[in-house]
């Protein structure tokens, strides 16, 4: 028995050893400097690309590193590389610490190098690497990437693993910007059935903007005064097999959010024309998307049919004419008025796909599939030409839940 506890405990000790010797190949944090975002420019030297990496120092603003850190929460450098995944070797002549793009959550691409025929073929080296995650987002910026980065210099979240995080996270869930994940880009390259969008952004504003309707922007044409970052997220860029072909506004991105049930919109604030104002005056409303889109296609006429009706809940928030909106007369009216406008501004969309962007930017195609018996079928029926022809109709579905706070009109 003696000799069973003695060979016992030291199997243990053997055992809790082997254990501790697994630290062996630990990092500390502050050895590695996080890329947080990687832009990406056209290059004047043939066969290379202008690489800029914006460094996150994990020490500022951490318990570790302490409140009276005199360390930049960031750092910015530019050069030139066959790619961006070797880029690292080279960035490490510049920075001390090892790079990794272990946190890596944006790419930005200027819009002249998205241009470029051979974007695609320099982007899809991101699936090689196996540091960069599927989640991170595609972002086309007006300006240069490395330009972007500099000029990015937001006033209260300084932390640019945060900032980018919030800036995407509300601009997705708002709807002004698309849900431009890398795994959503190269998905929708490879079924070469649809548009991708990936967000429009700039940190230039605009010499003299013109006014637009709250949503009807694109990056950098917002007139926003006072101590601010002149960065804006609003609209996106559309992609054809991986290169850029145009843009659409912040309205217009709202709109396809709305119709592909695949992005994660919850609410939005939006305008909507006041029916019973003729100075053009404006209801502030908030829409609701609780359920999914119904879509109805016929396959077999010799012009694709489309009817999409979309279910959304209304909250009104304003009552600029000043009407007794308890009124059922007057809850009809506001009803029959937002249905009519939503209809209009969705199939003036449509029509803007079929003439000018030859193409749909959500995957309406995957509700065509189920139409057909066999993949050759689906493939004799060509839904890149069909789409281009196809009669397509749009009917929201409006459920008005809440018609504000009940107030006594004002005498005028």
Known sequence: MIKTGT?????????????????????????????????????????????????????????????????????????????????????????????????????????????????????????????????????????????????????????????????????????????????????TTYRKTELFLAMFISAEKDKNPKEHREDEYMAGQVNATGELDDTQFIGSAVFRNGMMIGKLNGQETRMVNILDDTTNIKDILIDLPDPFSNKKKQLAARILKTKSNKVKMNVKSARLKVDITVPLKLEIMSNPSMIDIAKKRNQQIIKSQVTNHLKKVNEKFFKKTQTKLKGVPFPLSMYARRYFGTIQEYKKFDWQKSYLNADIRVHPSIQIIDYGKQTKALKR
């Not at 055992?15 to 990092?27: A, E, P, R």
């Not at 590389?81 to 959550?105: C, H, P, V």
Request: charged share 25%; hydrophobic share 40%.
């Open 7 to 187: 060979v016992c405990k030291l199997l243990m000790f053997l055992f809790i050893v082997c254990i501790l010797t697994g630290c062996w190949d630990k990092q500390e944090l502050e050895d590695k400097a996080y890329v947080i975002g990687l832009g990406i420019d056209h290059s004047n030297h043939k066969g290379k690309i202008k690489v800029t990496m914006l460094l996150a120092n994990p020490e500022v603003g951490s318990m570790q590193g302490g409140g009276g850190s005199t360390e930049k929460p960031r750092e910015i450098i530019t050069f030139e590389a066959n790619d961006f995944i070797a880029a690292k070797g080279t960035a490490n002549a510049i920075i001390s610490r090892t790079i990794s793009y272990e946190l890596l959550k944006i790419f930005v691409v200027s819009e002249e190098y998205a241009k470029n025929p051979n974007f695609i073929k320099t982007f899809s080296d991101i699936q090689m690497d196996k540091e960069i995650r599927l989640d991170s987002h595609l972002a086309v910026s007006k300006e240069n990437a490395s330009e972007f980065f500099l000029k990015n210099k937001p006033k209260m979240e300084t932390r640019p693993h945060k900032y980018f995080q919030y800036m995407v996270n509300h601009g997705i869930e708002n709807g002004l910007i698309p849900d431009s994940t890398l795994f959503r880009f190269f998905n």
